[in-house]
């Protein structure tokens, strides 16, 4: 299992984070503390109970579109679309880069993902958390991709964060909470040069002209996980001239690291 010593919180503005175990007396590497694995597994706890949650929310939503379907004579409709069609975005993934895929092929009318965006993910994929940070990354570009349909054609009129607060669409949300989302970076990661550099990603010129820019805003895919643990960092676009959320970057969190990571 990838080594928890290294899980932290992820230091965007307002997120506290826990300390980096150091080595040992005789200077070599030690393995994670009691104290460590607990930090990584109360954070896999509250990570599922974010999913069942909104596995709840999804079930019961699903059940009262039935019983309205059932009521007007309908409900055949819904179990002719019970498995994906042919060609459609599928439910399930199993890696990461088959989640920036799917989203590549079947989003591309409100998302935007550049082609430098997929980064090291090899390591990604094959850890023994791969599945689980699949099935997040498909669920949290779904997210991105259904907030920026919201905005032009519901004319919904709120950011990411106020659309996740307000419970995301029917099919999929993502939590508004600074434990899997950050709108923006702490001061001190963007004051710092060689921080700031490595949120610098590339991104359609008509967003930005010089085609790179710097982008704040992400996706925690895993608080466990270690260096290892995706992000997904974004640029909110809907509001401008090409009206779609733009993704910079996927991949693991040593590449974007902080002033504790």
């Known amino acids: 299992m990838a080594s928890t010593r290294s899980a932290h919180r992820d230091g965007a503005a307002g997120g506290p984070s826990d300390p980096a175990a150091g080595p040992d007396a005789g200077g070599g590497a030690v393995g994670p503390s009691a104290e460590e694995l607990e930090f990584a597994l109360a954070l896999e706890r509250e990570e599922h109970a974010g999913t069942r949650a909104e596995l709840a929310r999804v079930s019961g939503h699903l059940d009262r579109v039935l019983a309205a379907l059932r009521a007007a004579g309908l409900e055949h409709h819904a179990w002719g679309v019970q498995d994906p069609a042919p060609g459609g975005p599928p439910d399930e993934v199993r890696t990461v880069s088959e989640a920036v895929r799917a989203a590549e092929r079947?989003?591309?009318?409100?998302?935007?993902?550049?082609?430098?965006?997929?980064?090291?993910?090899?390591?990604?994929?094959?850890?023994?958390?791969?599945?689980?940070?699949?099935?997040?990354?498909?669920?949290?570009?779904?997210?991105?991709?259904?907030?920026?349909?919201?905005?032009?054609?519901?004319?919904?009129?709120?950011?990411?964060?106020?659309?996740?607060?307000?419970?995301?669409?029917?099919?999929?949300?993502?939590?508004?909470?600074?434990?899997?989302?950050?709108?923006?970076?702490?001061?001190?990661?963007?004051?710092?040069?060689?921080?700031?550099?490595?949120?610098?990603?590339?991104?359609?010129?008509?967003?930005?002209?010089?085609?790179?820019?710097?982008?704040?805003?992400?996706?925690?895919?895993?608080?466990?996980?270690?260096?290892?643990?995706?992000?997904?960092?974004?640029?909110?676009?809907?509001?401008?001239?090409?009206?779609?959320?733009?993704?910079?970057?996927?991949?693991?969190?040593?590449?974007?690291?902080?002033?504790?990571?």
């Open 106 to 261: 079947h989003l591309r009318a409100w998302l935007t993902i550049s082609r430098s965006a997929a980064r090291d993910l090899h390591g990604v994929d094959t850890a023994p958390e791969a599945a689980a940070w699949a099935a997040t990354a498909h669920r949290g570009l779904r997210a991105l991709a259904a907030y920026a349909r919201a905005r032009r054609e519901e004319d919904f009129a709120g950011g990411f964060w106020a659309w996740c607060a307000q419970g995301g669409s029917a099919a999929v949300c993502w939590p508004a909470s600074e434990k899997k989302l950050a709108m923006r970076e702490s001061e001190t990661v963007m004051g710092c040069a060689k921080y700031r550099r490595t949120r610098v990603f590339d991104v359609d010129p008509r967003v930005e002209p010089s085609g790179r820019m710097v982008m704040q805003a992400h996706l925690k895919i895993s608080e466990g996980g270690g260096d290892l643990a995706p992000r997904i960092y974004f640029h909110d676009d809907t509001g401008g001239a090409t009206g779609r959320v733009h993704v910079g970057f996927v991949g693991p969190h040593h590449l974007v690291p902080n002033t504790r990571a």
